[in-house]
């Protein structure tokens, strides 16, 4: 009779215990995610100062009107659409140190008023941020003196970078078109 419960007895010990151990287990594996979790990310703030000189005339313009709307009576140029690849110094003057390009497009999405819709990438060509680029889409308010865009993304170092760019017209000209614009970036 003895020997007919041992084998139950071992079974159910063998059951407990591996349960026991199981639910240990899961619960360890909780703890850690939830510390793991619980750990605050490590944000890492970029303030970058730079000139962008968007170039329109001559022989050698950066911005190249690439449509415009149909039949747009519009004083502001609406519809009309540029693709850039513009300088990127860091001084006012087109002659400074080159530290990367604008490069994507703008289109001008105001009947009333000249605001454009900037598509941006800020590549930049210099320094640690060498290969590395920051993504701007907003609206810029083109004709008053300072307007702020969002950045939405970017790689290399700025790989999932968010933030805002405030932009400053530093000179512009009526006759051309070409204009410097200072910019300060926060990421």
């Known amino acids: 009779m003895a020997s007919s419960l041992l084998p139950k007895c071992s079974t159910t010990i063998f059951l407990s215990c591996f349960l026991f151990l199981l639910a240990a287990a899961v619960d ?3 703890v850690h995610s939830q510390r793991v979790l619980r750990r605050p990310l490590k944000e890492k703030m970029s303030h970058l100062h730079f000139y962008f000189h968007d170039i329109v ?19 502001t140029g609406f519809g009309d659409i540029v693709m850039i690849d513009d300088p990127l110094t860091d001084g006012p003057e087109l002659s400074s140190k080159l530290v990367g390009r604008a490069q994507g497009l703008y289109a001008s999405a105001g009947l009333q008023d000249l605001s454009l819709l900037m598509a941006v ?6 320094g640690k941020y060498n290969g590395s680029s920051l993504s701007i889409l907003g609206r810029n308010m083109a004709m008053r003196p300072v307007r702020e865009m969002a950045v939405v993304g970017g790689s290399g170092l700025f790989r999932m970078a968010r933030g805002y760019a405030v932009a400053r017209t530093h000179w512009f000209d009526a006759n051309t078109g070409d204009a410097t614009v200072e910019y300060n970036v926060y990421v």
Do not use: H
């Open 28 to 30: 360890a594996k909780l």
């Open 121 to 126: 990438n800020y590549v930049f060509m210099e």
């Open 57 to 75: 005339s001559g022989r050698n313009p950066t911005a190249v009107t690439v449509a415009v709307a149909k039949n747009s009576t519009s004083l």
